[in-house]
């Protein structure tokens, strides 16, 4: 024979007047508002709830029906602690996400990290108490802007860019150009720059600035190229045109960079770079 099933019981509104709602977090089961406790559904009968409040609570059972709607309202309205949790949290990570927002500025702006600590948070003190004459220590708490937290939110936020930005570079078109300088330490420095069409507009992006280790000819300027972008994934089909200074290691006819990236890619437009002309 097989088992009877359970009836499943229904809360009704009527059984406000025992001082019992449902719980919020499990509907099935029946809250009483006085003692706080959480009972079975099997207790969802008026019966078992009135002698819960006969027995557990003798000094409540006359009370009428507009006590037990007030307690529900202040019970509603009373913050849990699941909330409290919640809006912690979003405190937490409304902070967290200010400190990334002000060490974007600082790299923006090429400031020395330590202007969050130094100058940045105690301007965030002084507007806090000055004009909104709050407390701010529980604010400036939550927004990490020591040197240490800016350098590693810019680096978080550069590796996020660059795999971004390579990410679309994969499966795009793209110019790029190319400069070779030397810095006042004698060291050879390369950038890339690289200009794309992205949502319909022409976007252009830092891709690369790579040390040049044993010379500045142009199968070295290549091999850099090209090893960032096998490192990458970026395929050098994808480059349709690149602008280069008119330098020798640039534009030699045999062993320029121009000459080795034609032999990879032959329909690439190169052009002389206007500024260095």
């Known amino acids: 024979?097989?088992?009877?099933?359970?009836?499943?019981?229904?809360?009704?509104?009527?059984?406000?007047k025992f001082g019992f709602i449902e719980n919020p977090t499990n509907p099935s089961s029946p809250l009483c508002l006085l003692c706080l406790k959480t009972f079975s559904n099997e207790a969802m009968k008026p019966s078992r709830l009135q002698d819960h409040l006969n027995k557990m609570h003798p000094n409540k059972k006359d009370k009428n029906v507009a006590y037990?709607?007030?307690?529900?309202?202040?019970?509603?309205?009373?913050?849990?602690?699941?909330?409290?949790?919640?809006?912690?949290?979003?405190?937490?990570?409304?902070?967290?996400?200010?400190?990334?927002?002000?060490?974007?500025?600082?790299?923006q702006k090429g400031k020395p990290h330590n202007i969050g600590e130094e100058l940045i948070l105690p301007a965030i003190n002084e507007v806090i108490?000055?004009?909104?004459?709050?407390?701010?220590?529980?604010?400036?708490?939550?927004?990490?802007l020591s040197n240490n937290s800016v350098q590693r939110r810019i680096d978080e936020m550069a590796e996020n860019i660059e795999e971004s930005l390579c990410d679309h570079l994969r499966t795009s078109q793209f110019s790029i150009q190319l400069d070779e300088s030397t810095l006042p330490t004698n060291e050879a420095l390369l950038l890339s720059y690289v200009r794309f069409i992205k949502d319909e507009k022409i976007c252009e992006e830092l891709l690369f600035a790579r040390n040049l280790e044993t010379d500045t000819k142009g199968e070295t300027i290549f091999n850099t190229l090209e090893k960032f972008c096998d490192e990458k994934g970026i395929p050098l089909k994808n480059i349709i045109s690149v602008a280069t200074d008119g330098a020798p290691a640039m534009t030699g006819c045999h062993k320029g960079f121009i000459a080795y990236l034609k032999n990879k890619i032959s329909d690439v437009l190169a052009v002389h770079c206007v500024i260095h002309r």
Do not use: C, W
């Not at 024979?1 to 406000?16: F, G, L, P, T």
């Open 129 to 144: 108490t000055t004009v909104l004459h709050k407390p701010a220590a529980d604010i400036i708490r939550k927004i990490p």
């Open 68 to 107: 037990f709607q007030d307690l529900e309202k202040k019970h509603n309205t009373q913050p849990s602690v699941a909330k409290l949790f919640s809006t912690a949290a979003k405190q937490d990570n409304d902070g967290l996400r200010a400190s990334y927002n002000i060490s974007l500025l600082i790299a």
């Open 1 to 16: 024979m097989s088992e009877v099933k359970k009836k499943r019981r229904q809360y009704s509104a009527e059984y406000i």
